[in-house]
């Protein structure tokens, strides 16, 4: 399946969507309205496009997900790493990792999650 390019503002959206679903439009307005600071309009905008691009849909004034947070975050994360790194994820993490100082407990994160990548 393939993901429909979401942006910033669309994102932070569905993350209010993904916390609370299902939530109804009359909460989720409520919800724009403190955590984003945006208008009932801004919000019918917005869910709009989200349902027009199959990430989201509304159904009896409720919203829901149709494509998990997991997936947009995944997708997302590949086509940063496709577009600023020519598709090189070592090239990535040696940029990320520049200046930066890991606790115990991340590098005992990030080992277990190469091993079970390797399937150790």
């Given at each position: 399946m393939e993901?429909?390019?979401?942006y910033e503002s669309e994102y932070r959206f569905a993350c209010i969507v993904w916390e609370h679903e299902p939530v109804?439009?009359?909460?989720?307005?409520?919800?724009?309205q403190e955590r984003l600071e945006w208008k009932r309009t801004t919000t019918?905008?917005?869910?709009?496009?989200?349902?027009?691009?199959?990430?989201?849909?509304?159904?009896?004034?409720?919203?829901?997900?149709?494509?998990?947070?997991?997936?947009?975050?995944?997708?997302?994360?590949?086509q940063f790493i496709d577009r600023t790194f020519g598709g090189s994820f070592p090239m990535f993490i040696a940029a990320f990792m520049?200046?930066?100082?890991?606790?115990?407990?991340?590098?005992?994160?990030?080992?277990?999650?190469?091993?079970d990548y390797k399937g150790e």
């Open positions: 993901i429909p390019k979401i109804s439009i009359k909460e989720l307005i409520m919800l724009c019918y905008t917005v869910l709009k496009k989200l349902c027009d691009k199959g990430i989201l849909k509304t159904e009896d004034s409720v919203v829901i997900s149709l494509i998990p947070k997991e997936e947009v975050q995944k997708y997302e994360s590949a520049r200046n930066k100082t890991l606790t115990k407990k991340e590098i005992e994160e990030i080992e277990r999650l190469i091993d």
